[in-house]
């Protein structure tokens, strides 16, 4: 038995090393493909943050720009982000309006390769001023369980991409009850 176990882990170690397609790391970009504006900032459409499978963009990306690129893990699914529309990142202040958007198909992310994701109003949903808004059900998915700290206080209105501070709703809830 003992005999036996130093080819075991060889031959274990082997199919380990050929289980591996390929030594380049599977990566994604996020590019954002609004156009920039000649208007300035205040006319601008910045990729606030990014999440596909299980890496997060963390650094806008401004109009007609892509992110550094990030480790993925081979896979398919959506895309999501958060648009910030007329924010401007060199003014030290978070963005005042984020809008949510998930991609309109599921993106593939093959071993060894980068994916592009492209985020537009040609290939999300989301956006209002676009006419696409997202469903309910996708917006809380995006404000509640993959951009949480970004929606702490508020409450998301896919229907007309616009928050509503939670203190709001609670004083709404208490005068339809009589209280």
Not at 31 to 54: E, Q
Not at 157 to 162: G, M, N
Request: with cysteine; charged share 15%.
């Amino acid at each position: 038995m003992k005999q036996a176990l130093p080819g075991l882990l060889c031959s274990l170690g082997c199919l380990l090393l050929a289980a591996c397609d390929t030594s380049d790391p599977t990566q994604a970009v996020f590019v954002n493909a609004y156009p920039a504006n000649d208007g300035g900032p205040a006319r601008n459409v910045i990729l606030y943050k990014g999440w596909w499978s299980v890496a997060q963009l963390t650094e806008p990306v401004p109009p007609s720009a892509e992110s550094d690129p990030v480790r993925v893990v081979k896979g398919t699914g959506f895309a999501y982000a958060l648009l910030a529309p007329g924010w401007d990142p060199e003014s030290g202040a978070p963005p005042s309006i984020l809008i949510p958007v998930r991609t309109r198909t599921e993106l593939t992310a093959a071993r060894g390769n980068t994916l592009q994701i492209e985020i537009s109003d040609a290939t999300t949903l989301g956006n209002c001023a676009a006419g696409e808004p997202l469903s309910q059900t996708d917006a809380d998915l995006i404000t509640q369980r993959i951009f949480p700290a970004e929606f702490d206080n508020v409450v998301y209105d896919a229907a007309t991409c616009k928050t509503v501070p939670r203190s709001d709703l609670g004083a709404a809830a208490a005068g339809t009850t009589g209280r």
